[in-house]
Structures are given as C-alpha cells and as structure tokens.
C-alpha cells in the first residue's frame, strides 16, 4: 500500500503561482511513476503532468512552458510548481502514484486550485 498526501492547494489571482506538494510513504519501490490530475466541475479528470523515478515526464500541451513537475525521490516527495495561473486551471488536483511493476494506481485526496481573474 501506498498514502499520498498532498498539499500547497488554495486562492489565487490570475497570473499567480502555486506550488503543490506531493508525499509518499508506504511501500513504495524504485520503479514508479508519479503524476498530478485534475478534475474541475463537470469534466473528467485529466493528466496535468507525471514523472516517472528515472526523471522522465511528460506534460499536458496546456501547461507546457508554464508548470514545472519535479520530485525528490530521498524524500518520496513530488512537486508541482504552477505559474502564470489562469482561472481554467481551477479544479481540484490529485497526486497519482503507480507502482509500475505490480501495476497498481494510488490516488490523493485531493487539493483545491482556485484561480480567480
């Protein structure tokens, strides 16, 4: 098993930043993948950005150029820093981690962005 817990959510104007914190801790193995999504209001959830242990990400055309994904694997901690914030980036934003090996998913519970214009 694995916890998440996440931090760093809140209010914000536009063009503001915010960086989200990530902490694992549980059973947590070399070769993993972690990620933050999010969901605003009647949408589904989608993939903000991820990172896998070897340092690989990837990143949603979106926030390219303006969101920094980032972890600190001594710590099992991962990052997200946000900048140039705009009101479409409110949602509520989960912390993902898989455990690629055994191929299993772990989710947060969640920390709320809100941008205001």
């Known amino acids: 098993q694995v916890q998440l817990v996440e931090s760093g959510g809140g209010s914000v104007q536009a063009g503001g930043s915010l960086r989200l914190s990530c902490a694992a801790s549980?059973?947590?193995?070399?070769?993993?993948?972690m990620g933050w999504y999010r969901q605003a209001p009647g949408k589904q959830r989608e993939l903000v950005a991820s990172?896998?242990?070897?340092?690989?990400?990837i990143y949603a055309d979106s926030m390219k150029g303006r969101f920094t994904i980032s972890r600190d694997n001594s710590k099992s901690t991962m990052f997200l820093q946000m900048n140039s914030l705009k009101p479409e980036d409110t949602a509520v934003y989960y912390c993902?981690?898989?455990?690629?090996?055994?191929?299993?998913?772990?989710w947060g519970q969640g920390t709320q962005v809100t941008v205001s214009s």
């Open positions: 993902n981690f898989l455990d690629i090996v055994a191929s299993k998913n772990y």
């Open positions: 549980g059973s947590i193995f070399r070769i993993n993948r």
């Open positions: 990172i896998t242990s070897g340092g690989n990400t």
